[in-house]
């Protein structure tokens, strides 16, 4: 590589083990969070881990999710950005930069999302020195909107909310037309995004097991992972716990309101960040064990519980939780969250896990970026009091159901599968045999493996820029 006036950031292995870091830039790094938020050393507090490279995650209550089964959620709140998606943005743009696929000097990025990505492409892209356009539909929270301006990225909105993918791809057709020098990252097929959850998120949670088990909490091996899938980046996480515990279930989830996999369904709906009306390319569909799908009304009143003082009162006066578990839900969870966790709860319920089957699944946000939605929502039904909100736990979290689930077949796993076709091959200039190549576990591997070459790359870059 002969740029030596490229930003890097760290390798994969840096972001799972921050301990890794050369010290002197993971002391900056740590002060740069709250000082200088803005500063490119924050590149290095991309992980799950906090400055004693301890895991951020919290074992939720059984008093709120109603089952025996412990479920452990990751929270993201502490990234750069406050959500995990900034790893993927990261991850996406080093291998691109790495490559020699994009030059500061002459490109402008294009970052077409539903949300965090977005957010994150934003704060990665202008750190790292790039002019960077954001897509980003008309019907998504105000907030998301604040935070790419701040961040310095320009911004297109398009029409609809967070299902209207296939709009953000005809933008993106248009800017590629418009100039040589646009460059799409596009989170759904681009593999950074699947190696991020791989091999970080993956290999975090890997971890996690052994330090559940040091608590009581489990055998030492994860039952089950959940994750709503929007650029399907998340969920890839199982195809690492799935190498380690052959048994381990994967779990994707879905809005209702737009059953893509379910039922080859479609519609709009609110929970952001999740349920794109399409079956995403680095999404390995045959290593899934079941599609589960979720309210988007019932997401959004589970955030108001969980954020609400009515809520928290509820919670500590009606049901005993803890205050201090109490307080922290109320500043890991965005909507995504509360899906995440319904499903992890339907789960439990359709699998009969029980104390020793640890489930672990994702806050990819916080309550943040999500104000003006539960300002609507107060709008729409009223204002929580206490007894609304107990009525919420019950009839919410303790009163999930094992319907609205389909699971992964042989049957099951080909259709998804196959309806990549439509969005791929017939809109997106894929080939069949690409396609085709998807069926095998080692076109998978082959992606993971790449691994290893991007952080030897980084670490060469890193080398060069200091002579």
């Given at each position: 590589m002969q740029n030596k006036n490229l930003v890097l950031g760290p390798t994969f292995e840096e972001m799972l083990n921050p301990s890794k870091i050369e010290p002197d830039i993971r002391k900056r790094a740590l002060?740069?969070?709250?000082?200088?938020?803005?500063?490119?050393?924050?590149?290095?507090?991309?992980?799950?881990?906090?400055?004693?490279?301890?895991?951020?995650?919290?074992?939720?209550?059984?008093?709120?999710?109603?089952?025996?089964a412990p479920i452990v959620v990751l929270y993201a709140k502490d990234f750069p950005t406050g959500s995990h998606k900034v790893g993927a943005a990261y991850s996406v743009l080093v291998d691109l930069e790495l490559l020699g696929e994009v030059d500061p000097a002459r490109?402008?990025?294009?970052?077409?999302?539903?949300?965090?990505?977005?957010?994150?492409?934003?704060?990665?892209?202008?750190?790292?020195?790039?002019?960077?356009?954001?897509?980003?539909?008309?019907?998504m929270s105000a907030e998301r909107f604040e935070k790419i301006k701040c961040y310095g990225a320009r911004l297109i909105q398009t029409p609809g909310c967070e299902s209207n993918v296939k709009e953000i791809y005809d933008k993106c057709h248009e800017l590629r037309r418009s100039s040589p020098n646009i460059r799409i990252l596009n989170q759904f097929e681009v593999w950074g995004n699947y190696r991020f959850h791989y091999y970080v998120t993956g290999n975090t949670i890997v971890e996690l097991a052994d330090e559940l088990k040091k608590r009581g909490i489990g055998n030492g091996r994860i039952a089950a992972f959940c994750s709503a899938m929007g650029?399907?980046?998340?969920?890839?996480?199982?195809?690492?716990?799935?190498?380690?515990?052959?048994?381990?279930?994967?779990?994707?989830?879905?809005?209702?309101?737009?059953?893509?996999?379910?039922n080859n369904g479609?519609?709009?709906?609110?929970?952001?960040?999740?349920?794109?009306?399409?079956?995403?390319?680095?999404h390995n569909v045959k290593n899934m064990d079941a599609i589960m799908c979720l309210d988007d009304v019932e997401c959004k009143k589970g955030l108001q519980l969980l954020t609400e003082e009515a809520g928290l009162n509820a919670l500590t006066r009606r049901f005993g939780v803890g205050s201090e578990d109490a307080?922290?839900?109320?500043?890991?969870?965005?909507?995504?969250?509360?899906?995440?966790?319904?499903?992890?709860?339907?789960?439990?319920?359709?699998?009969?896990?029980?104390?020793?089957?640890?489930?672990?699944?994702?806050?990819?946000?916080?309550?943040?970026?999500?104000h003006s939605v539960m300002e609507q929502m107060t709008e729409q039904y009223g204002k929580m009091d206490e007894a609304e909100a107990a009525t919420r736990v019950v009839s919410i979290f303790h009163g999930q159901k094992t319907d609205w689930i389909?699971?992964?077949?042989?049957?099951?796993?080909?259709?998804?599968?196959?309806?990549?076709?439509?969005?791929?091959?017939?809109q997106q200039g894929k080939t069949v045999e690409e396609l085709n190549a998807q069926r095998t576990a080692e076109y998978w591997i082959e992606k993971q493996r790449h691994i290893a070459k991007d952080d030897k790359m980084i670490l060469e870059a890193r080398k060069n820029s200091r002579e």
């Open positions: 002060k740069a969070l709250t000082e200088d938020p803005l500063d490119p050393i924050n590149l290095f507090n991309i992980t799950w881990k906090n400055a004693e490279n301890q895991i951020n995650y919290q074992v939720l209550p059984k008093e709120l999710t109603g089952v025996e490109h402008t990025l294009v970052w077409p999302s539903t949300g965090n990505y977005g957010i994150g492409g934003a704060w990665v892209g202008c750190r790292m020195k790039f002019d960077s356009i954001v897509i980003l539909p008309l019907g650029s399907a980046g998340t969920i890839a996480a199982g195809d690492r716990l799935k190498q380690v515990w052959q048994d381990h279930k994967i779990v994707g989830l879905e809005p209702i309101q737009c059953p893509t996999l379910f479609y519609g709009a709906h609110d929970i952001q960040g999740i349920g794109d009306k399409h079956v995403t390319w680095i307080c922290m839900m109320s500043q890991i969870f965005g909507i995504s969250g509360v899906c995440n966790v319904l499903g992890a709860i339907k789960t439990a319920k359709f699998y009969g896990l029980g104390k020793n089957d640890p489930i672990v699944t994702i806050c990819t946000d916080s309550l943040d970026r999500y389909s699971e992964g077949t042989r049957d099951a796993r080909e259709r998804w599968h196959n309806l990549k076709y439509y969005t791929w091959v017939e």
